[in-house]
T-cell receptor
Framework: DTEVTQTPKHLVMGMTNKKSLKCEQH?????MYWYKQKAKKPPELMFV???????INESVPSRFSPECPNSSLLNLHLHALQPEDSALYLC???????????????FGPGTRLTVL | AQSVTQPDIHITVSEGASLELRCNYSYGATPYLFWYVQSPGQGLQLLLK??????LVQGIKGFEAEFKRSQSSFNLRKPSVHWSDAAEYFCAVGAGSGYALNFGKGTSLLVTP
C-alpha cells in the first residue's frame, strides 16, 4: 500500500479565516513533506518533517504553520492567507530522509485551496 | 547545483503511436531520478525511478526510461500510447540528502484519436 491521503479535497477560505489541511499515511514512513503547486508549474517544496521534527522550512511565510503530531499525521495550519496562496497543496511521504534507496516520495491527491 | 530540464513543454501524439519524453539533468554525482505523472487536479503518481544498476528501468503503465550518463539524460518512453496517458509528466532528481526533489517544469502530453 503506497497511499497518502489528504483532506479536504477542496477548501475555500477568506483572508481572515483559520483552517487546516490534513495528511495521513500508514506506510511507516518517517519523512513527510508539504509542497505547493501553482497551475501549470512543478511542485515547490515548503516543509520537510523527519522523524516528527521539522527539518526544512523553505522560507515559507509564517501564515503557513506545519505540525506533525505523530509519525502518521501531518497538518498544515493556515491563517491570514492571501489570494496568491491559492494553489494545490500536496503532501508526500518517504520511508526515510537519509538519501538512501528508500527515499522515493509518494504523493497524496492534494488539497485545492482557494483564498478569496 | 542540481537541475532538471524538460525541453518539451507540450507534446501531441496519436493514440497507438510511440512516445518519448526528454529529461536532462545536471548533477555532480550519480543522481536519483524519477518520473511522475499528474492527471488534471490530481496528485503525482510515481511511474518509475533510477538509483543505480541496470540503466533501462521498467515502470508502471507500460512506461520505461533509460539512464544515459554520457548524455545526462533520463528519457521516458512508451511503445504505444493510450488516450488515458494524457497528463502532465514531471522528471525529478533527488539530492544526496534525500530531502528535496528538484522537478523539471513538466511536459504536457495530449493524445489525439
Amino acid at each position: 500500500d503506497t497511499e497518502v491521503t489528504q483532506t479536504p479535497k477542496h477548501l475555500v477560505m477568506g483572508m481572515t479565516n483559520k483552517k487546516s489541511l490534513k495528511c495521513e499515511q500508514h506506510m511507516g514512513h518517517r519523512a513527510m513533506y508539504w509542497y505547493k503547486q501553482k497551475a501549470k508549474k512543478p511542485p515547490e517544496l515548503m516543509f520537510v518533517y523527519s522523524y516528527e521534527k521539522l527539518s526544512i522550512n523553505e522560507s515559507v511565510p509564517s501564515r503557513f504553520s506545519p505540525e506533525c503530531p505523530n509519525s502518521s499525521l501531518l497538518n498544515l495550519h493556515l491563517h491570514a492567507l492571501q489570494p496568491e496562496d491559492s494553489a494545490l497543496y500536496l503532501c508526500a511521504s518517504s520511508l526515510s530522509s537519509r538519501g538512501s534507496v528508500a527515499d522515493t516520495q509518494y504523493f497524496g491527491p492534494g488539497t485545492r485551496l482557494t483564498v478569496l | 547545483a542540481q537541475s532538471v530540464t524538460q525541453p518539451d513543454i507540450h507534446i501531441t501524439v496519436s493514440e497507438g503511436a510511440s512516445l518519448e519524453l526528454r529529461c536532462n539533468y545536471s548533477y555532480g554525482a550519480t543522481p536519483y531520478l524519477f518520473w511522475y505523472v499528474q492527471s488534471p487536479g490530481q496528485g503525482l503518481q510515481l511511474l518509475l525511478k533510477y538509483f543505480s544498476g541496470d540503466t533501462l528501468v521498467q515502470g508502471i503503465k507500460g512506461f520505461e526510461a533509460e539512464f544515459k550518463r554520457s548524455q545526462s539524460s533520463f528519457n521516458l518512453r512508451k511503445p504505444s500510447v493510450h488516450w488515458s496517458d494524457a497528463a502532465e509528466y514531471f522528471c525529478a532528481v533527488g539530492a544526496g540528502s534525500g530531502y528535496a526533489l528538484n522537478f523539471g517544469k513538466g511536459t504536457s502530453l495530449l493524445v489525439t484519436p
